[in-house]
């Protein structure tokens, strides 16, 4: 998926991500205590990997940032907000202290931006970064 041309135009980092980066990536994701992955199928295809959702928790511990990938051909079904709501409602079971949800979009990505509003995400104004906008969900 992290490869595919939509999902990397429309990622913070664009690069053609290799196997050997992939596993070391996932292997650093796994051990890591501050990094949550939640992987998620649709019911009629249980073997297909409908999309991921990856949180970061900051290191205040009342904060995190929420990043999402969508397969393909997944895309355009209005799963996005789906996604999103399911992956919160789980990461706040298991993270209680966490108050504040953030998502970092780039502005040509008007479907994730829409997605994250659909999601009940509210666009903030206060982190600023070229090229991006963010969007601020409080628990």
Not at 10 to 29: G, I, R, Y
Not at 66 to 74: D, F, H, Q, T
Not at 83 to 109: D, K
Request: net charge neutral; with cysteine.
């Amino acid at each position: 998926m992290r490869n595919e041309p939509r999902t990397r135009a429309m990622s913070l980092t664009t690069d053609v991500v290799t196997q050997d980066q992939h596993e070391a990536w996932f292997a650093k994701t796994l051990a890591s205590s501050s990094r949550k992955l939640y992987v998620a199928a649709l019911p009629a295809a249980p073997d297909a990997i409908m999309g991921v959702c990856r949180f970061d928790i900051a290191q205040s511990g009342d904060e995190a940032e929420i990043s999402i990938n969508l397969a393909e051909a997944a895309q355009g079904q209005g799963l996005s907000p789906i996604l999103i709501t399911s992956c919160v409602s789980l990461f706040q079971v298991h993270n209680p202290a966490i108050r504040t949800i953030l998502a970092r979009v780039r502005h040509e990505n008007v479907a994730s931006q829409k997605s994250f509003l659909r999601a009940g995400f509210q666009q903030d104004a206060s982190p600023v970064e070229a090229g991006c906008l963010w969007y601020r969900l409080e628990i």
